[in-house]
């Protein structure tokens, strides 16, 4: 990772298997295989309830009608807890936002070209700085990073914070310094499901 200044880092562990995997790409790539497998998918269809016969799942309510199955999966992410009540099951899952920045090279451009050569990773090595959250990976030909919000209060607010990204830029700078030239464009939010521990919920 070119140009990462390991300033105070006590330890560091590099991982040469581990992959980045575009999200929208694989969800898609797996509703194509179960498409493909005669599943039909249903989009834009809320799950208003779920109807119990004997503790068991019996219907699946939702707002383009009831679906018998005696199956139901919780895969709601961020609104796990929403469908965990209607089986009065406690499901201890909180939405988080998360912010999502892209940095372009200064002048505009990419990254790739002769004159920053050297300056931020030529791969999608993904980075994270576990004592800050601060993680940063390469995005076409900007760089995509973002941190937690250690005041981050659970919620399903997507609006970006603008106001957040200079602490973001005070943390990035120290570890990547090649962003206190960069230009910040776009940014978006999303939700992150958190447990209490931070641990996957299977």
Not at 5 to 19: H, M, T
Not at 192 to 201: A, G, K, L, R, V
Request: charged share 25%; hydrophobic share 40%; proline share 8%.
């Amino acid at each position: 990772a070119p140009a990462l200044d390991l300033g105070g880092a006590k330890a560091a562990r590099y991982c040469p298997q581990v992959g980045d995997a575009d999200p929208n790409g694989v969800t898609m790539g797996f509703a194509k295989g179960a498409q493909a497998a005669g599943v039909e998918i249903v989009r834009d269809t809320e799950v208003t309830g779920v109807r119990l016969d004997r503790n068991r799942v019996a219907e699946v309510r939702t707002s383009k009608g009831n679906i018998s199955t005696p199956v139901l999966v919780n895969a709601a992410g961020p609104w796990a807890k929403s469908i965990g009540r209607m089986l009065g099951v406690d499901v201890p899952v909180e939405p988080e936002r998360r912010h999502i920045f892209i940095a372009s090279a200064p002048g505009g451009g990419s990254w790739d070209e002769p004159r920053h050569r050297g300056r931020v990773p030529t791969s999608k090595l993904l980075v994270i700085d576990f004592e800050t959250t601060f993680y940063f990976h390469r995005e076409g030909g900007g760089l995509l990073f973002g941190m937690g919000d250690p005041d981050e209060r659970p919620g399903f607010d997507i609006t970006v914070r603008w106001d957040f990204l200079p602490k973001v830029i005070e943390v990035a700078t120290q570890r990547l310094p090649a962003l206190t030239e960069a230009a910040v464009s776009p940014a978006w939010a999303g939700l992150y499901e958190m447990t209490p521990d931070h641990n996957p919920i299977i």
